[in-house]
């Protein structure tokens, strides 16, 4: 997005602090905008008649939310919640298509975000069919491998379990698992992956 989309957006937004565990906008509410993450964390979730969640995204700092109920105007198809104090900017719906409407490399730069948005989606439930416990787990390390091998989770574990689709208990054993075959070290500096590439098998389900 060019520095002037980015100014005609900022100039738009609304700042919002949300404490956490506050709900943001329920599943079946009018979509009310775009939600920007300044800091923190927003878990967004989708929940089942019996009261099960299973998390679809948490959305960190510079992540967008909302913005496909924004364009094709339908209800929130999923809960928002901040899972930590959030900051978050705020574009109603109305104002955020009239700068759709004028600004065609923006729509351009959005359909890419929600492509990338859509290919996560399948890459989950490629996840929750094909993969065991042991292969989600070591492929989202993978994905978010940093400098030093460093991999920055939720604050959270619970939530990266039901992200994942499992339990707690499933995703405590798993990263013990990884930590016993000296894959990861959990650290004074976090969680760190050592062997990259064992580490790219398990994902890939060569156990």
């Known amino acids: ?3 002037t989309a980015k100014t005609t957006l900022y100039a738009l937004a609304t700042a919002m602090v949300v404490p956490a565990r506050e709900v943001i906008f329920r599943q079946g509410d009018p979509c009310p905008g775009l939600f920007v993450v300044g800091t923190g964390l927003v878990r967004v979730y989708k929940l089942a008649p019996n009261g099960k969640e299973h998390i679809l995204h948490l959305a960190g ?5 909302a ?7 339908f209800p929130c ?12 900017a705020f574009i109603p719906a109305e104002a955020f298509m009239g ?5 065609h490399q923006s729509c351009i730069d959005l ?6 948005w859509l290919h996560h989606v399948v890459d989950l439930l490629e996840d929750v069919v094909l993969r065991d416990a042991l292969g989600r787990v070591a492929r989202y390390l993978v994905e978010r491998i940093g400098p030093g091998g460093h991999v920055e989770l939720p604050s959270s574990r619970k939530h990266l379990a039901s992200h994942l689709n499992l339990t707690p208990e499933t995703m405590s054993r798993t990263l013990r698992r990884l930590l016993d075959e000296g894959l990861i070290v959990d650290d004074e500096a976090g969680l760190r992956v050592l062997a990259t590439q064992r ?3 398990v994902a890939d389900g060569v156990v």
């Not at 700092?61 to 939310?65: E, H, R, V």
């Not at 913005?67 to 105007?73: Q, R, S, W």
């Not at 700068?99 to 600004?103: E, I, K, V, Y």
């Open 99 to 103: 700068f759709l409407r004028q600004d």
């Open 61 to 65: 700092p510079g992540a967008t939310f």
């Open 111 to 116: 359909l890419v975000g929600l492509s990338a």
């Open 1 to 3: 997005m060019t520095p």
């Open 77 to 88: 198809p999923a809960f928002a919640e901040a899972a930590e104090p959030t900051e978050l």
């Open 199 to 201: 580490l790219r098998e």
């Open 67 to 73: 913005e496909a109920a924004v364009i094709g105007g």
